[in-house]
């Protein structure tokens, strides 16, 4: 069973600041999707890795991915509190089967 | 583009009545999918649709719940005789399988709660 393990779970961070979350997953993978949610909202679409060492920027937020460590990280850099929102990574086991998702990080930033 | 839409958006039903959601997807994406959301938790997948056909179920997906895509456009998700542990968001999403078809888009959610 394909596991998505995301941590931390919840971080606050001071505005300006960088910060990394990570997301580790079990088997192996076709696609890494990375989205964020805000309270009562549905979730918006950040980037999408398709390949090994595939590296996506936008804005403040900067995705990669290691295949061959099951491995995605979600860069913060200089924080804002606009992104205070909970950051989702989620995993393509097959192409256009389903996404199974990782319990989500919880981020807070603060002034 | 209009983007998935979901109808209701909110839900309030008592325990054992039937409620069901639609879902329209992005114009001529193939593929939709339903998951369900809890409070504190990610996505959990239950079924997908290429066109007409379902092609996957979750063992989430009891038998108390069916979904249909019956002309390959909108879907509709019942839920059966509900439960107060069927209270979640709903999610509806879709993607297309022309060119890269790679990002997968949400809908807003249909809110259900059971009292």
């Known amino acids: 069973e394909l596991k998505v393990e995301q941590n931390p779970l919840f971080l606050s961070m001071q505005e300006g600041k960088n910060y990394t979350i990570y997301c580790n997953y079990s088997?192996?993978?076709?696609?890494l999707y990375w989205y964020r949610q805000d309270p009562g909202k549905s979730l918006e679409s950040l980037f999408v890795?398709?390949?090994?060492?595939a590296v996506k920027q936008e804005g403040r937020l900067m995705a990669s991915l290691d295949t061959k460590a099951r491995l995605s990280t979600l860069h913060i850099t200089a924080a804002v509190h606009d992104l205070s929102a909970t950051y989702f990574c989620?995993?393509?086991?097959?192409?256009?089967?389903?996404?199974?998702f990782g319990k989500g990080t919880s981020l807070l930033v603060t002034p | 583009d209009t983007g998935v839409s979901q109808d209701p958006r909110h839900k309030i039903t008592k325990r054992g009545q039937n409620v069901t959601f639609r879902c329209d997807p992005i114009?001529?994406?193939?593929?939709l999918y339903w998951y369900r959301q809890t409070l504190g938790q990610g996505p959990e997948f239950l079924t997908y649709?290429?066109?007409?056909?379902?092609?996957?179920k979750s063992r989430l997906l009891s038998d108390r719940f069916s979904a249909e895509r019956p002309k390959g456009s909108f879907s509709t998700l019942e839920i059966q005789r509900t439960e107060q542990g069927d209270s979640a968001m709903y999610l509806c999403a879709s993607r297309s399988l022309r060119g890269s078809g790679n990002t997968i888009y949400f809908g807003e959610g249909s809110w259900l709660t059971v009292v």
């Open positions: 088997t192996t993978s076709d696609r």
């Open positions: 649709f290429q066109n007409e056909a379902q092609l996957e």
């Open positions: 114009s001529e994406h193939n593929r």
């Open positions: 890795l398709l390949s090994n060492g």
């Open positions: 989620a995993v393509d086991m097959y192409s256009g089967y389903a996404l199974n």
